[in-house]
T-cell receptor, first 113, second 114 residues
Framework: GENVEQHPSTLSVQEGDSAVIKCTYSDSASNYFPWYKQELGKGPQLIIDIRSNVGEKKDQRIAVTLNKTAKHFSLHITETQPEDSAVYFCAARGGTSYGKLTFGQGTILTVHP | EAQVTQNPRYLITVTGKKLTVTCSQNMNHEYMSWYRQDPGLGLRQIYYSMNVEVTDKGDVPEGYKVSRKEKRNFPLILESPSPNQTSLYFC?????????????FGEGSWLTVV
């Protein structure tokens, strides 16, 4: 089955700096890669996603890049703010595993004012 | 408002005492799923359901049961809970069909088995 590795496990940045979180996946048939943000006491919420036919997608301060050949994808947050502090999860959905997301281990992002 | 609602949010129970965590969604989604979240392991799928009366095992189904008698509800049943089932549980739902079909998560249920 699919295996997703996420790094780093913790990331600490100063407000205004950029943050990058990286994930690799094992199943070359995976075709959908969402990123979730989980705030304390809440369920994961989708912040951005990318499909396998696209190399990059941007939404304001957040961008995701996908390298299908290398089987890795990354989340980029620019101009970080304290409210970006949360746990971030990457995930991958395989071509034959409808609906099932395989998650990375999570990254605890802390943005210091 | 689109919602996935889980109950209870917090529960402490004893080993062997059967419990049910309910999950309900108001988006008429066909697909529903249960995940457990443990430190350093991310979210792992327990069971999922593609539609009413259709359920299947995820990656970590041992010790759990589910049922899908109605489209909106997908309860998670622990027949004889054990301490290794202490975890944070999330229910999720999505549409099926073409497209990325965003998966929506509930707020989570903290379960402690002593």
């Amino acid at each position: 089955g699919e295996n997703v590795e996420q790094h780093p496990s913790t990331l600490s940045v100063q407000e205004g700096d950029s943050a990058v979180i990286k994930c690799t996946y094992s199943d070359s048939a995976s075709n959908y890669f969402p990123w979730y943000k989980q705030e304390l006491g809440k369920g994961p919420q989708l912040i951005i996603d990318i499909r396998s036919n696209v190399g990059e997608k941007k939404d304001q301060r957040i961008a995701v890049t996908l390298n299908k050949t290398a089987k890795h994808f990354s989340l980029h947050i620019t101009e970080t703010q304290p409210e970006d502090s949360a746990v971030y999860f990457c995930a991958a959905r395989g071509g034959t595993s409808y609906g099932k997301l395989t998650f990375g281990q999570g990254t605890i992002l802390t943005v210091h004012p | 408002e689109a919602q996935v609602t889980q109950n209870p949010r917090y529960l402490i129970t004893v080993t062997g005492k059967k419990l049910t965590v309910t999950c309900s969604q108001n988006m008429n989604h066909e697909y529903m799923s249960w995940y457990r979240q443990d430190p350093g392991l991310g979210l792992r799928q327990i069971y999922y359901s593609m539609n009413v009366e259709v359920t299947d095992k995820g990656d970590v189904p041992e010790g759990y049961k589910v049922s899908r008698k109605e489209k909106r509800n997908f309860p998670l049943i622990l027949e004889s809970p054990s301490p290794n089932q202490t975890s944070l549980y999330f229910c999720a739902s999505s549409r099926t069909g073409t497209g990325p079909n965003t998966i929506y998560f509930g707020e989570g249920s903290w379960l402690t088995v002593v």
